[in-house]
Each structure stands twice: as structure tokens, then as C-alpha cells.
């Protein structure tokens, strides 16, 4: 069965920094898109970051490129989503997910892709 499971939210002042885990079982992880999606209060899920499976390309939603870094570790089985200069707009829950082809995370259905984890709440003041 594959799990993912997200750490590191919490609570953080605009303008402030948090790093997002997310640890990958039950699946080939370095054969997988690892991606960041988000959720916040009375809105759909969205895309925020996608990195391929060899680490070599990521892909960012416009609203958070420059601000959000994604990148893996495929020894560890680990996926992060370091966030810097954090807004209000950012606070979500923020949702680890796989998938084999970089495009179902990217531009697909959201109902295609293949596992998620079960979030972690991201909440910045103003």
C-alpha cells in the first residue's frame, strides 16, 4: 500500500519560513513525480510545485515561484517544499503527492493521480 505522510506545518508570521517533508512507502519512489498541492479554507485543491523523478526538473505554480523550492531525496525516500517570504494567501493545507507520469501531476486531473498524503496545515498571519 503506498503512503505518504507530510510533517512540518505549523504557524508563521508573514514573511516568515517553514520546510515542508513528505516520506514515500510503498511505492518506487524514484520512479514517481513527487508533488505539492494545496488546499485553503473554501477553495479547490491546487498545484504549487512538481520535481520529475530524476530531481532534474521542477515546476512551480505561478503564485509561488520564487518564494517555494521543491527537491527529493530518492535514497531517503523524502520529497521537501522549502517556503520563504510566506503570505497570508499561503495558508492551506498542503498536501504531498505521486504519480509516474510528470504531467498528471502538472496538468492533469487531479482525480488521476495516483496517491496523496493526508496534509499538513500551513496557517500565516498577517
Known amino acids: 500500500q503506498v503512503q505518504l505522510k507530510e510533517s512540518g506545518g505549523g504557524w508563521v508570521q508573514a514573511g516568515g519560513s517553514l520546510k515542508l517533508s513528505c516520506a514515500a512507502s510503498?511505492?518506487?519512489?524514484?520512479?514517481?513525480?513527487m508533488g505539492w498541492f494545496r488546499q485553503a479554507p473554501g477553495k479547490e485543491r491546487e498545484f504549487v510545485a512538481a520535481i520529475n523523478w530524476t530531481g532534474g526538473g521542477t515546476y512551480y505554480a505561478d503564485s509561488v515561484k520564487g518564494r517555494f523550492t521543491i527537491s527529493r531525496d530518492n535514497a531517503g525516500n523524502m520529497v521537501y517544499l522549502q517556503m520563504n517570504s510566506l503570505k497570508p494567501s499561503d495558508t492551506a493545507v498542503y498536501f504531498c503527492?505521486?504519480?509516474?507520469?510528470?504531467?498528471?501531476?502538472?496538468?492533469?486531473?487531479?482525480?488521476?493521480?495516483?496517491?496523496w498524503g493526508e496534509g499538513t496545515l500551513v496557517t500565516v498571519s498577517s
Open positions: 510503498g511505492l518506487t519512489f524514484s520512479r514517481n513525480t
Open positions: 503527492a505521486a504519480d509516474p507520469q510528470i504531467l498528471a501531476i502538472t496538468h492533469g486531473s487531479l482525480k488521476d493521480i495516483n496517491a
